[in-house]
Structures are given as structure tokens and as C-alpha cells.
């Protein structure tokens, strides 16, 4: 499927129509065609039906915000499993903006401009297309069928992704399923979403997160230092670590899961048992008497 654009626009390829189930259709329809084509009319629904059969799309001009957003996700609102399926790749000739693959899962976007921060669930690898940058998820990456390879300085070893680039990126790892041997660790900051929807694995942000971290998680560990608003809304499972700040809302509408923090926050606190400061001496490396400083907040059992 070939697309040129004159001017650039928000929310192509994107699996979600931009959070569609949120605004039903008052900021975009499906349906709609797409503005500013030329020689065309493909509607927003024809580029992702496209590479849902495997199709690739390409793009001719600059894309806007949010290009291939939840790419290779069959969702659930729109009758589908809410697993990753294989999906076609997007070729731009041209720049793109900022969250291009946000939430990403698989299929490739490629590039022949520049991509403005911050970027989504992406790492670049190297290119089998002349002349074009390649990006794939960092949940793909970490799959242990993957053999694409990561350039420097970011680097996979031993079932690791040192994520080294200081490149922000929203929704590090969304709806990663991997063994816990399968870790990404980003030497820097996070933007925001980081770990969306995980059902297993292992996230590490050395530095801070945004807004929305863990958020929506079904299972794995998160660790990270200063969070924004809402880390752990809605979690239903697994492990968050905050080992500096977070901005409040800790736990909103938690469901299940496990959260250790050691700064002020929003939610009822419980000191941590000599099991939880094993696990926090042993994945944080630090010393006793710093573990006996978290906090914990629990629930056992998901609603």
C-alpha cells in the first residue's frame, strides 16, 4: 500500500484509532479518510487492516504524532484476542513525530528521516533496507525467537537489553510475556507507561519514570527510582519497585500485585518481612538496613 502525504498527520497506523473506546469517534473515525493525501483516499482503517494481513505501508512525506501505535496488537475492543499478531512494516520516506510505536509489539518501521522524542517501545536494529533506519519493540527484542540485532551503544547479552541510548521512551516492554531470564535495562529515563500491560518479564530504569508506570501490569518486575503520577494504577499482578519518589496516586484502583516504595505516597503502607528485604537486597543490591526503609502495599487477592 503505497500513501503520500503533503502535510503530516497524527495517528496513522495506529491499532488503537487513538484510544477509539475512549472518545468514539470524536477525534477520529475509523472510517474516515485520511487528510491531506495525494492521488488517494485510504481511510485510517485500510492502512491498519493492511498490515494486519501482513501488507506494508508506505508512507511518502512526514508522519505526524503516534505513527503505528499498538502495531501488532490484535485488541480486544475491536473482537480481537488482545495477543500480538504478526503485522506488515511501515516505510516512511520522510521524518516522523514524536511516540512513533508507542505500545508497539511487532512488525518493523522503518525510516529514512529523523524521529523526534519521545519515541515508544522501540530500539533501533540493523536495517535490511538501503537508506532506512529500522526500529522494532522492545517487547519483540526480547522475545526469544529474535534475531535482530541491536546497535550500539544500546546491546543485547545473555537474554539482556542494556538500553544505553538516553533515548525517552513511553511504554518500555508494553504487554511483554517473557521468562524472567528476558530483562531490559534502560541506563537513563523513562517517559511514561512504562511496562503497560506486562504479564512477565523484568524492567529495570535506572534513572526515573513518568507518569503511568506499571501501570495496567498483570505480572513481571518493575524497578524504578522517582515515578510520576498513577504508578501501579489499576496493576492486577506482579512487582513495582520505587526506590526514589513518586509524584502521588500510587496504587489507584489497584487490583492486585505488589508495590515497595521508600518516599511518601498516597496508599496505606505495611512494613516490609525479612522475605520481602531478601528480594530487595538481592535485585536492588543494596544493604539491609537500606531494604528495611521500603514500604509495602498489597493486595492478594485480583477482583
Known amino acids: ?31 474516515s479518510v485520511i487528510p491531506h493525501q495525494t492521488g488517494t483516499s485510504y481511510t485510517y482503517q485500510d492502512l491498519v487492516f493492511a498490515l494486519k494481513n501482513g501488507e ?61 522524542q519521545p519515541v515508544g517501545n522501540v530500539v533501533e536494529v540493523g536495517s535490511d533496507r538501503q537508506g532506512y533506519r529500522k526500529f522494532v519493540s522492545i517487547t519483540d527484542i526480547l522475545s526469544e525467537v529474535s534475531n535482530e540485532k541491536t546497535l550500539p551503544p544500546n546491546v543485547m ?32 529515563d523513562a517517559g511514561m507507561s512504562t511496562g503497560i500491560l506486562m504479564k512477565r518479564g523484568f524492567v529495570m530504569i535506572e534513572g526515573n519514570a513518568g507518569l503511568n508506570t506499571a501501570v495496567l501490569l498483570r505480572g513481571g518486575t518493575i524497578i524504578t527510582g522517582n515515578t510520576g503520577e498513577f504508578a501501579g494504577a489499576y ?3 506482579g512487582v513495582l519497585i520505587i526506590s526514589g519518589k513518586a509524584q502521588g496516586y500510587v496504587g489507584a484502583n489497584m487490583k492486585g500485585g505488589t508495590i515497595f516504595y521508600k518516599g511518601d505516597a498516597m496508599v496505606p503502607r505495611a512494613p516490609v518481612d525479612e522475605k520481602d528485604i531478601m528480594m530487595l537486597i538481592r535485585v536492588l543490591d543494596i544493604s539491609k538496613v537500606e531494604a528495611m526503609m521500603f514500604k509495602r502495599y498489597r493486595i492478594n487477592r485480583v477482583l
Open 157 to 188: 547479552e545473555n537474554g539482556c537489553l542494556y538500553v544505553r541510548d538516553g533515548i525517552i521512551r513511553d511504554t518500555i516492554a508494553a504487554r511483554l510475556d517473557a521468562d524472567a531470564g528476558r530483562k531490559v535495562i534502560v541506563e537513563g
Open 235 to 237: 496493576m492486577k499482578d
Open 56 to 116: 506494508d505501508v508506505n508512507l511518502k512525506g512526514n508522519a505526524g504524532k503516534r505513527l503505528g501505535s499498538s502495531l501488532g496488537v490484535d485488541l480486544k475492543f475491536f473482537g480481537g484476542t488482545g495477543k500480538a499478531i504478526k503485522s506488515g512494516s511501515i516505510i516512511v520516506d520522510g521524518d516522523i513525530d514524536t511516540r512513533m510505536g508507542i505500545s508497539m509489539v511487532s512488525g518493523a518501521i522503518y525510516l529514512k528521516g529523523i524521529v523526534k
Open 1 to 31: 500500500m503505497n500513501l503520500e502525504l503533503s502535510y503530516p498527520v497524527d495517528c496513522l497506523c495506529d491499532f488503537t484509532y487513538d484510544f477509539f473506546w475512549q472518545h468514539r469517534g470524536s477525534r477520529l473515525s475509523p472510517s
